[in-house]
């Protein structure tokens, strides 16, 4: 076995999502990764992802592992190679040899999202597939406030899509990075998400910076255990896997 | 007669240039725009663009004109209305009122294109739709050293699409300017552009920065007046209408 490890970027707008859904025919991330390096190969590979994003979420920093076993190429030509059958919404952006139990999702011990907003009256079309455009005022302060409540570790299950059975809903925020502007940048770091958590903290940082709670109301949705307090889920275009990181993320 | 002057950005990749092509069905910039303001104004709306971009080419200030007579609405909340109805990929940026005799197109002192090259070994999926990918080292230097000898009021019948018939092929060049880096952005403003001429001007400007041949042999290829003599047509995604003037641009 030959484990390479390989971080990819996609746009995520055409496909649904990253994770094959076999039999459903549906276009995914790891389909056509499989595919194109199945190609290469030129026998069956199969793609671990660090993250399962959503249908219409991006990524400038996925991780994936896959053995190369057999396949006659130096390591750090993948990319190339990759690159020159891949579609223009997918790169391979570099490449290198990992220890035999490396696995992209279970040995993750950190990940970081960024969700943009684009905050401002006027819409930008090349924007649009690529942030949410909210042109209303937000009250920065008070997100930051809300936002700071969050971090550490909670049981999070106000904050993950309502009928997704996980063991434990517990999670590890390190960090949570608000950078203001017309458009607003949050980062969120931490050492695993549950389904559509990023997406669901927006949505209640938003109402937050709307001023229709104040920011300790948070913590009250957090205790609760209850999906229905927290805010909408925020549309998935605006949502990005930006980093994985394999050691201590602190 | 209300005379509205408004300002539209595009991300033209799903269309089949500005200019609406009757009969053909084919989906336009302007023919989305005259549908929405039509709807608007709840009579025939008939638009006229500054310029007549090709299928692909984005617009971040391309400026059109119509009436707006019997449409009792205030000029400045025409963009407001028409990003109500307008698909994403198009957006209404701003609006006022102008003279009577005020023609998007005719009236028009100089315009200002942008060209995007992504020039770096890893491929972008973000820039992908916005951007030519363009793996190869470029001198610089020789590609301004090419670009001076442009500039000017030439005949740039060599760099304007074969069996485009025009009166006069004699524009003026105001300015090039190249910003260098991983992307590289080139501007022209011009006081009006042949068909196809800011791609063909981009085509050669890259064959001088691969050194195929040197920059003094752009004035050759103007004076011969010769299409196949400058470079390939660089493809559409690259280039953007960034500005228009209707004034002194000097």
Redesign the interface.
Known sequence: MRNIKLTV???GTSYHGFQEQRGTGLPTVQGVLEKCLSELAQRKVQVIGAGRTDAGV?A?GQVINFDAGGWNIPTEKI??AA?GILP????A??SREAPGDFHARFSATAKEYRYTIHNC??????L?R?SLFFPRQLDIGDMRRAAAYLIGEHDFSAFKAAGTPVKSAVRRLYDIRIEPGEIIQLFFRGNGFLYNMVRILVGTLLEVGLKKYPPQTVLEILSSGDRTGAGLTAPPQGLSLMKVWYDNPA
């Open positions: 970027a996609y746009d991006h400038r990319p190339l690159n223009h919404d997918i790169a952006l570099n009256r006027v819409p930008d079309p090349f649009r690529y």
